[in-house]
C-alpha cells in the first residue's frame, strides 16, 4: 500500500446536536453517528484501514486536527481504559 495512491479520505467530524460524524469526505452522507469522539476514532480507523483510504479529523470549531495527534489519543484512552 506504501506505493498506492490513496485518493479516497473518510472524514470525522462533529455535527450539532447528532455527535460525531464519519462520512467520505466531500460528500454530505453519513456513514455513521457517534456519541463520542474515541467511539468514532475506532470506527474510522478501522474502515480507513480495510477500505485502504486516509483519515482526517475536524475539531469542533473547524479547524483539522492532526491525525497523529488523534492516534495518540485514541491510544491514550485505550491504555488507560477510557471510551
Not at 26 to 39: A, C, D, L, N, Q
Not at 57 to 82: C, I
Amino acid at each position: 500500500m506504501a506505493n498506492e495512491e490513496v485518493k479516497e479520505v473518510h472524514e470525522l467530524a462533529w455535527v450539532d446536536g447528532k455527535g460525531w460524524a464519519v462520512k467520505r469526505q466531500g460528500s454530505e452522507k453519513v456513514i455513521k453517528y457517534f456519541p463520542t469522539k474515541m467511539e468514532g476514532l475506532k470506527y474510522i480507523l478501522k474502515v480507513s484501514e480495510n477500505q485502504g483510504t486516509r483519515v482526517v479529523v475536524r475539531l469542533k470549531n473547524g479547524k483539522f486536527q492532526k491525525f497523529e495527534n488523534a492516534t495518540r489519543a485514541l491510544n491514550y484512552a485505550k491504555e488507560n481504559g477510557e471510551d
